[in-house]
């Protein structure tokens, strides 16, 4: 069974930079796209970041600039360096293996790491 770990959240004072990192277990890691999400208080979950087998990325309008997604395929680990944090990134993140259609597999959804930006 798949495992998604996310590591890396904290609290860090606005301006400031971290990187979260998100560990997966389970085979094939290289071809599946692999995504950022977050949930702050009363909000629904957005896209973060997401980046296909390809290299391809795709970023929130709200990131874009600031954040970088970046996968290393040989340890299986994707990783969002956050820079220019707002207190508005105050979060929870979660890491996601995105579905696959032909074959199919769900979403696997990690655990979630807290990120609080603030003075």
């Known amino acids: 069974q798949v495992q998604l770990v996310e590591s890396g959240g904290g609290l860090v004072q606005p301006g400031g930079s971290l990187r979260l990192s998100c560990a997966a277990s389970g085979s094939f890691f290289s071809v599946y796209a692999m995504g950022w999400y977050r949930q702050a208080p009363g909000k629904e979950r957005e896209l973060v970041a997401r980046i296909f087998s390809d290299g391809r990325t795709d970023y929130g309008d709200s990131v874009r600039g600031r954040f970088t997604i970046s996968r290393d395929n040989a340890k299986s680990t994707v990783y969002l360096q956050m820079n220019s944090l707002k207190s508005e990134d105050t979060a929870v993140y979660y890491c996601?293996?995105?579905?696959?259609?032909?074959?199919?597999?769900?979403?696997?959804w990690g655990k979630g790491t807290q990120v609080t930006v603030s003075s």
């Open positions: 996601k293996r995105e579905r696959t259609i032909v074959p199919y597999s769900p979403d696997v």
